[in-house]
Structures are given as C-alpha cells and as structure tokens.
C-alpha cells in the first residue's frame, strides 16, 4: 500500500510539472509582446518610407499613437490601405495613427537648417565662445539662423559673422545634395 500511494504521488507530481511547465513556455511578458508588436509595425513603416515618401514616423506606446510625416503629394488613403494590408488588425487598434502631410521644401529647408545650426552650435563650443547663443526657431521655422552675441561682449558682430559664413560654407558642401542649394539668411546681433 506504501509503495502504491508513493507512486501516485509521483505520478501526480509529474503530471502537475508537464502541466506547469507547458503553461510557463507559452508565457510571454507584456513587455516582450509590445515590444515584438512595435518593432512589426515599425518593419512595415520602414518599408512605406520611400513607397509613400513617408519624411519620418514615431510610435508612442505611451499615449498609443503613431506619428506620420509624409509628402503632401502623395495618398493618405493608399498609405492607410498599405497599413491595413500589412500589419494585423488587433495591431493596428492598438495605436491611432495621425498623419501630418507637408510640403517637401519645407521638410528639406528645415532639416537643412537643423544641420546649419548644429554646425554653428559645434564650431561656437570648438571655439568656446562662450557669450554667443545659435538659435534656430523649430516652432515657426524660417529659414533665418539667429546668432546672438551678449552686449558685453568684446566680439564684433561683423567679425563672427564672417567667420560663421565661412565655416558654414565649407562645412555646408557636406549636405546632401538636396540640401546643399537651400537658401538661408544668417543674423548675427548684439543682444
């Protein structure tokens, strides 16, 4: 009776452990699975970008949304269709998509001007010039770099101005070819 209520026992106990570790190799943490989820859908992004002249798209797993930059000459619509199509539906409810369609020389001269001003910013550091801000206004875009100079300083306007020119310049032939002919104004004042 001893050795018969022993191997129930151990029979029971194998079972329960198959059970448990059959359960267990299914699991997969929520973060694991979001994470699969964005890196999908970011594959899929990544294959519209140059199909839908997409400019850029962020995923906020925060507050659920997608962001999409895309030319204003091309079909929200297909995009949209090109989603579906290829990312699964539950996916897809999981984010609202919001897309933002502009204008390709806006797009180009802006990150044009983001290049100019961080050039700016590193030859002002390289020089340590410490009394002189680059300020590019990303809110309200121009293509104006204001460059502004603290009104104790020693440093002439005139002067700087020159030399950012002339570094922005040369550095500025290292822009992509579609970015090299955008047309900027740079303001260097006391202030």
């Known amino acids: 009776m001893k050795i018969k ?7 029971t106990f194998g079972v329960l452990l198959l059970v448990v570790v059959n359960i267990n190799k299914n699991y997969v943490p929520i973060e694991h699975d979001e994470k699969a989820r964005n890196e999908r859908i970011a594959s899929v992004l990544n294959t519209a970008v140059d199909e839908y002249d997409l400019f850029s798209f962020e995923m906020n797993g925060t507050n659920s949304i997608i962001w999409i930059q895309m030319d204003e000459e091309d079909s929200e619509e297909e995009l949209m269709a090109y989603l579906e199509e290829n990312i699964s539906k539950a996916e897809l409810n999981h984010y609202k998509i919001k897309i933002r ?8 001269t802006e990150d044009a001007m983001l290049r100019l001003e961080s050039l700016a910013i590193d030859y002002i550091k390289e020089k340590s010039y410490d009394d002189v801000q680059v300020h590019y206004p990303i809110f309200k875009p121009e293509p104006v770099l204001k460059i502004t100079i ?9 002067e700087l101005k020159k030399e950012l020119e002339s570094i922005l310049a040369s550095e500025g032939s290292n822009l992509p070819l579609s970015l090299r002919d955008i047309s900027y104004e740079l303001q260097v004042i006391k202030g």
């Open 5 to 11: 209520s022993v191997s129930v026992f151990i029979l």
């Open 101 to 108: 369609k502009r204008n390709l020389q806006e797009v180009q």
């Open 150 to 158: 603290n009104k104790t300083s020693e440093r002439s306007s005139e």
